[in-house]
Each structure stands twice: as C-alpha cells, then as structure tokens.
T-cell receptor, first 115, second 113 residues
C-alpha cells in the first residue's frame, strides 16, 4: 500500500512569502504528526492531530506557523511571512491509532529553503 | 531541564560483531521508548517499541533494554552487517503514554566489512 506522501518535495521561496506544505497520511491512520528536522538532529515535534482535531501545537515555533487537517485525512502546514531561519526539512508522520506514542510512519519530507 | 542523549560520535564496528547504542534521558518519565532507523535522505523507520514495564524486547537480530532506574535504553544489533549502517534514533513520550514524542539526536552506526 501507499505510504505517507508529502508535497512538494522541495520548496524554494523568498523571505516574506507564505508557503503551504502538504501531507497525505496512510489511508485510515487516525493520528498525524508534523516535525522539523535539522541536519544531524532528530525530528523536532511541531504539532499533531487525532482525526481532524489538533491535539497539541506546543512545538510550533511562533504564530507564523499553523496547521490544519479539516477532514481528518490530508494536512497542511502553513508558514506565513517566511524567514531564513525557517529553512529546514519538514516531515510528516502518521500512526494507525491514537491514545499512545505508537509506531509512526514517516513521509519523505519537504525540504524548505528560504532565500 | 529535559534531555535525551545518544552517542554524538559515530560508532564504527566490524561486520559480525554486536553493536550497542545508548539512549540516556533526564527529567522524563516515559511510558514507552521507541527506536527508529534513518538512512541518509529518508524519513525515520520504526524498529521497536518497549514499554516501561518491559525490561527487554527482541526482534530478529535486534534487542532493546529499558532501565527506568538508570533512565537508559540500550539497543543491540547482533551479527551486524554493512546494511545495518544508518543513524539510529531513540524517541520517548513524556509520561502517561502521551502521544507527543521527543527524539534524540541519533547515533550514526557504520559497519565495516
């Protein structure tokens, strides 16, 4: 079956522009997570959803970052007024069930470069 | 403050030997601890999950231990192969099986033929 997909795979944007990163989880997976990963580091938690409800957004760096999952499937992470420090790999993961930190399936990531 | 520490330096071992990777944590009370493998340019791939009331878990050539007193997990790969070369990440929840997990920085393993 298809795994987690993310688009675009690469995004280059100019400082001040808004970007939207998309995540398509494995069909039927209840939970969806967003992470940011710097080179040589582990994934850094941003936010997660169970179904369409955002459960925890404590990892979002500031109010320029937002995420939604309106129908409990596809999710979009939006960064407004991008800054150079936002450049990173953004990863999405999904898991079959909620209620615990269970096995997560990661997507290939979106490499964001802000010029 | 909360901290998850993995060997920051790469671990080089000879093919056929057992690789042992360490994950130490401070100021966490995890209900679960997970290990993931990450290859260059790819997303992490889940390997094993161990619960706080489990001392040890095995899967094929992999073995994980979890010592909540020492606040440490050890990850072993027996009869290591060059294909095992990758970065290995530990991840844990804060407490109570909460869904948010925090990842360590990972240890890069190189298995030399």
């Amino acid at each position: 079956g298809a795994g987690v997909s993310q688009s675009p795979r690469y995004k280059v944007t100019k400082r001040g522009q808004d970007v939207a990163l998309r995540c398509d989880p494995i069909s039927g997976h209840v939970s969806l997570y967003w992470y940011r990963q710097a080179l040589g580091q582990g994934p850094e938690f941003l936010t997660y959803f169970n179904y369409e409800a955002q459960q925890d957004k404590s990892g979002l760096p500031n109010d320029r970052f937002s995420a939604e999952r309106p129908e409990g499937s596809i999710s979009t992470l939006t960064i407004q007024r991008t800054e150079q420090r936002d450049s990173a790999m953004y990863r999405c993961a999904s898991s079959l069930t909620a209620g615990g930190p269970f096995e997560q399936f990661f997507g290939p990531g979106t490499r964001l470069t802000v010029l | 403050s909360q901290k998850i520490e993995q060997n920051s330096e790469a671990l080089n071992i000879q093919e056929g030997k057992t690789a042992t990777l360490t994950c130490n944590y401070t100021n966490y009370s995890p209900a679960y601890l997970q290990w993931y493998r990450q290859d260059p340019g790819r997303g992490p791939v889940f390997l094993l999950l161990i619960r706080e009331n489990e001392k040890e878990k095995r899967k094929e050539r992999l073995k994980v231990t979890f010592d909540t007193t020492l606040k440490q997990s050890l990850f072993h790969i027996t009869a290591s192969q060059p294909a095992d070369s990758a970065t290995y990440l530990c991840a844990l929840d804060n407490s109570g099986g909460y869904q948010k997990v925090t990842f360590g920085t990972g240890t890069k393993l190189q298995v030399i033929p």
